[in-house]
């Protein structure tokens, strides 16, 4: 069993829809919630991270960690094209492999006009 | 120029021969991590290090050498490639887990 899991669409929607995309995981030593985005032939790059369980917002996205039930997700308001990429959670653990940042599979998110 | 640095973008090698991708960083972050990104299999670790003389294995280790002699440089070598080990690789760094890590641009590696 990963230690990540990410429902893996893919997720194809119409522009303005809200869009969730969501993670749960098994090892209770993640300390550190994050999302990335990577558009094609590009690398990740960083679109929120947390530490603690609740909701934090940026924008139009919005990253909701449930710590209790090993679960987060990324609510995207408002999509645009724009916002057509993949999307990754990742989680940093502590303890004695403090630092190793673990993906999800990733989403394949498609918003058209 | 500040930022994470990959070399070369693209590389073509022959089944058996030894390839290094480099990867260097002008943050002085502690951590850096190697990880090969390939179709249904999504960002798998390689390596990473927590500090310079410090590296750990990752998910998937096995045919890859790294060193990290010094804090800004996280060289990645395959030893004998296979065509196994075609993929794209992707080199990452941060100051500690709190706000994530940055990504280089990727090297596209096709073993022949």
């Not at chain 1, 916002?83 to 989680?91: E, F, I, N, P, R």
């Not at chain 2, 196994?84 to 500690?96: E, I, M, P, R």
Request: net charge neutral; with cysteine; hydrophobic share 30%.
């Amino acid at each position: 069993q990963k230690e990540v899991e990410q429902d893996p669409g893919p997720l194809s929607v119409p522009e303005g829809a809200i869009v969730s995309l969501n993670c749960t995981y098994s090892n209770s030593a993640f300390q550190y919630f994050m999302w990335y985005r990577q558009y094609s032939r590009k690398g990740p790059e960083l679109l929120m991270y947390t530490y603690s369980s609740g909701n934090k917002e940026d924008g139009r996205f919005t990253a909701q960690v449930d710590k209790s039930s090993k679960y987060i997700s990324l609510f995207i308001r408002d999509s645009q094209p724009s916002d057509s990429a993949t999307y990754l959670c990742a989680m940093i653990s502590g303890g004695t492999s403090y630092g190793k940042l673990t993906f999800g599979q990733g989403t394949i998110l498609t918003v058209h006009p | 120029d500040a930022g994470i640095t990959q070399s070369p973008r693209y590389k073509i090698t022959e089944t058996g021969r030894q390839v290094t991708l480099m990867c260097h960083q002008t943050w002085s972050h502690s951590y850096m991590f190697w990880y090969r990104q390939d179709l249904g299999h999504g960002l798998r670790l390689i390596y990473y290090s927590a500090a310079a003389d410090i590296t750990d294995k990752g998910e998937v280790p096995d045919g890859y050498v790294v060193s990290r002699s010094k804090t800004e440089n996280f060289p990645l070598t395959l030893e004998s490639a296979t065509r196994s080990q075609t993929s794209v690789y992707f080199c990452a760094s941060g100051a500690d887990g709190s706000r994530g890590y940055t990504f280089g641009s990727g090297t596209r590696l096709t073993v022949v």
